[in-house]
């Protein structure tokens, strides 16, 4: 009987446990995704803080020739000469892609960037579990046919949203990750 006793009283003591760190567990991610959208709203308050860019005020040019009134009552209009449009440069053919830039735009997208976080080091990008993304993968960053920079996962939060810390050893001089790039996985040299 004692030892039965001494089972039951070790499971119920196992099921407890499971369940506190289930439930630790459950309030360690409540409370990365209240501090994901606390950064958000951040990034929001400063971008609606950013000065809006005046409107362009170019307008297109006439280069017909004007003829006043005056000089069409009391003379006879002379011909106007035709107008020649505006020179357009040549078009510069491309220059050829090298191996690697071929490469690079081989690559399919995995995921996009969707917000920069420069000060803090990381990005968010939209994939997740759905794409069964797991902390420490590495991925190259494209723009274009250029790779420029490399993240790392560190913490996948929802179904469809990671986070990756910026490899600043990888960051090329000059570039830095913006939102709309692409991650592509890594590329060999």
Do not use: C
Not at 68 to 95: C, D, G, L, R
Not at 111 to 116: G, S
Not at 134 to 155: A, E, L, M, N, P
Not at 157 to 177: F, K, M, N, T
């Amino acid at each position: 009987m004692k030892l039965t006793h001494l089972a039951l009283v070790l499971m119920a003591a196992l099921v407890g446990i499971t369940g506190y760190l289930a439930w630790e567990g459950q309030q360690a991610a409540r409370g990365q995704k209240e501090e994901l959208e606390f950064m958000r709203k951040q990034l929001e308050a400063r971008e609606a803080a950013k000065p809006v860019k005046p409107a362009s005020s170019f307008a297109p040019i006439n280069t017909e020739p004007v003829i006043s009134p005056t000089t069409a009552t009391s003379t006879p209009a002379p011909i106007a000469e035709p107008v020649a449009s505006p020179v357009m440069p040549a078009k510069v053919p491309a220059a050829a892609l090298t191996a690697l830039q071929k490469q690079v735009l081989g690559m399919p997208t995995v995921a996009v960037v969707t917000e920069v976080e420069r000060d803090q080091g990381f990005v968010v990008v939209n994939a997740g579990k759905n794409k069964r993304f797991i902390k420490g993968q590495k991925f190259d960053v494209r723009r274009s046919d250029g790779v420029v920079g490399r993240v790392t996962i560190s913490d996948v939060i929802e179904e469809a949203e990671s986070v990756a810390d910026i490899d600043a050893s990888v960051a090329l001089p000059g570039a830095q990750i913006e939102v709309g790039d692409e991650l592509i996985l890594p590329v060999t040299k």
